[in-house]
């Protein structure tokens, strides 16, 4: 997709309530500056191993977060803590985790690519590209068995539209009538590659949506207005029966692949386009526009600012996890007799 066929913020058709406005610009500016203090610890080598940002995609996770219900669940790619953040994970333990301390979501042995809260519905970030979607069809059938009118919602990237995973989980999806929205954060790049030079179609998840009778939705991934309308209509359409859906939602991100990746592949004339369209930015001008003023926001900024600092230093205060820990959550040999 061109970046010249994207909405403009000025140019979206509706609007969500102020209220719900200032929540999604808290959320983005949370997720951003929690990832900028990620790299900058990451430069100083305190977070290991590969970081994956999601800085300048923040838009997505607001609005998909802010039109979920507390306990839907959410399945999630290795480019992750923004969703984290936006389902309401205590930055302190999510931090604590990416530092590798004891204190850490998941005691320090998940790292940044591995990320859990069931507590808060965040059933997995995978760094096997697609392996959610299928295991996201399995939470969606429970919620289905069990009549509890929860709906999983699964973000992926596009590159995963090109693995057997994706047709497979929308193919059973569609025919068991399962509440779960699939929902595609094309940033244009799969890894070092963009994703146009290696797919067949212009939108890699929405022109496939029709081969399984789902409707071929594409939205603005860097208008959380958007992202949030077209999510909550789609939840709940699954949550009363209606079924899955699939949205490609198109974004870029600011940086490379990951931390380590100083993307030179990229040509800086697009990136500085889409840096253009910046959602922080774009929105902050949305809603001053709505008369939300820049004390009011800047305070915000200030506050947020203020939590990283304190979870930051709360995190690295934690201890570093036992030497005992390597033997925890493992199986004992490569047998199959744990499946008996």
């Known amino acids: 997709m061109s970046i010249d066929s994207l909405h403009t913020p000025e140019a979206t058709p509706k609007e969500v309530s102020k209220e719900t406005a200032i929540a999604l610009y808290r959320t983005m500016s949370t997720a951003r500056k929690f990832e900028q203090r990620v790299h900058d610890l990451f430069l100083k080598d305190l977070v290991k191993g590969p970081t994956h940002l999601g800085i300048g995609q ?19 790619t290795h480019r992750g803590h923004s969703h984290l953040v936006a389902r309401g ?23 940044s690519t591995h990320l859990i809260d069931a507590e808060r519905g965040v059933l997995g970030s995978y760094a096997i590209v697609g392996a959610q979607l299928v295991i996201a069809n399995g939470a969606a059938w429970s919620a289905q068995y069990r009549d509890s009118g929860q709906v999983t919602v699964c973000v992926f990237g596009d ?21 779960v929205v699939f ?32 409707a ?31 949205i490609e939602a198109i974004t870029f991100s600011h940086g490379g692949h990951s931390g380590a990746d100083p ?65 925890t959550n493992v199986w004992s040999d490569g047998g199959h007799a744990w499946r008996n």
């Not at 954060?185 to 890699?204: F, G, H, K």
């Not at 071929?216 to 899955?244: C, F, K, M, Q, Y």
């Not at 030179?264 to 922080?280: F, I, N, Q, S, T």
């Open 263 to 327: 993307a030179g592949y990229r040509d800086p004339g697009e990136v500085r386009a889409w840096k253009d369209l910046d959602p922080l930015v774009t929105y902050r001008a949305r809603l001053k526009s709505r008369g939300i003023t820049d004390e009011v926001l800047n305070g915000i900024d200030a506050e947020i600012v203020a939590q990283i600092d304190a979870a930051t230093e709360e995190a690295m205060a934690g201890d570093w996890p036992a030497v005992s820990r390597l033997y």
């Open 183 to 214: 929902l595609c954060e094309n940033n244009l790049y799969s890894r070092y590659t963009r994703v146009d030079s290696v797919t067949a179609v212009d939108n890699p998840a929405a022109d496939r949506a029709c081969a399984y009778g789902l």
């Open 89 to 111: 994970t205590p930055l302190a333990p999510l931090m604590a985790e990416l530092l590798g301390r004891d204190s850490g979501l998941m005691r320090g042995k998940g790292g």
């Open 58 to 76: 923040e838009a997505i996770a607001a609005g998909v977060a802010a039109a979920m219900r507390e306990d839907d669940y959410s399945f999630i």
């Open 216 to 246: 071929s939705t594409v939205i603005d991934g860097n208008d959380p207005d958007e992202v949030h309308l077209t999510v909550a209509t789609a939840i709940e359409l699954a949550r009363t029966g209606g079924g899955p859906a699939l």
């Open 159 to 179: 590159g995963a539209t090109n693995t057997g995973a994706f047709h497979e989980a929308l193919n059973l999806a569609v025919i068991w009538n399962l509440p």
